[in-house]
């Protein structure tokens, strides 16, 4: 099994500036064959289902509002929200489905300083 | 976008059968793109994808639930569904279903319905 990795575990930002979360895959979720990144973020509130932020590890979902961003490649990746409001205080994981069975990253949770 | 609802019993027994269902509406089942998946999160903790079919039958599911979990599609009522055999307590988790591309990430998911174990 593919182990995602992420960190910190939580962060407490202050509104309106950056929050930076890591996630490193044991493996590789680079293919070769079309350079894409089998790599997802998701942004979880309480009480809610898990929502789709970005795939192909850089891809903003539809509607997602773009001071959320993906970035790195193959086993080392980043989720950064630009500058960070009230209603983006959740958990944040990542996932590879690059390979089965699909994984999860722990979490990280985010709050506000 | 599709939408699921996840249905079933909130509350079994230790050894008893988990069975749950996901009603997919705004889409179907017998899409020949989208493959179908559950998920769950005990309480306070984080995700473990549980297995996914396809309209034909074909499944796929995490090795280490493999021996206890059967998954199932009825394409003729848009759902599909799980069974979970002799639950314990750590079977108890919210459990999702979630649609996706065989090589693609989970892109919309049910409410989610809790299910505890519990005699």
């Known amino acids: 099994d593919i182990v995602m990795t992420q960190s910190p575990d939580s962060l407490a930002v202050s509104l309106g500036e950056r929050a930076t979360i890591n996630c490193k895959s044991s493996?590789?979720?680079?293919?070769?064959?079309?350079?894409?990144?089998?790599l997802a973020w998701y942004q979880q509130k309480p009480g809610q289902p898990p929502k789709l932020l970005i795939y192909w590890a850089s891809t903003r979902e539809s509607g997602v509002p773009d001071r959320f961003s993906g970035s790195g490649s193959a086993t080392d990746f980043t989720l950064t929200i630009s500058s960070l409001q009230a209603e983006d205080v959740a958990i944040y994981y990542c996932?590879?489905?690059?390979?089965?069975?699909?994984?999860f990253g722990q979490g990280t949770k985010v709050e506000i300083k | 976008q599709v939408r699921l609802q996840e249905s079933g019993p909130g509350l079994v027994k230790p050894s008893e059968t988990l069975s749950l269902t996901c009603t997919v509406s705004?889409?179907?089942?017998?899409?020949?793109?989208?493959?179908w998946s559950w998920i769950r999160q005990p309480p306070g903790k984080g995700l473990e994808w549980i297995g996914y079919i396809f309209h034909s039958g074909s499944t796929n599911s995490n090795p280490s639930l493999k021996s206890r979990l059967a998954i199932s599609v009825d394409t003729s009522k848009d759902h599909f569904s799980l069974t979970l055999t002799s639950v314990t307590a750590a079977d108890t988790a919210v459990y999702y279903c979630a649609s996706h591309m065989l090589y693609g990430p989970f892109d919309s998911w049910g409410q989610g319905t809790l299910v505890t174990v519990s005699s």
């Open positions: 996932q590879q489905y690059y390979s089965f069975p699909r994984t």
């Open positions: 705004g889409g179907s089942v017998s899409s020949t793109s989208h493959f």
């Open positions: 493996q590789n979720v680079l293919s070769r064959s079309n350079n894409n990144n089998y």
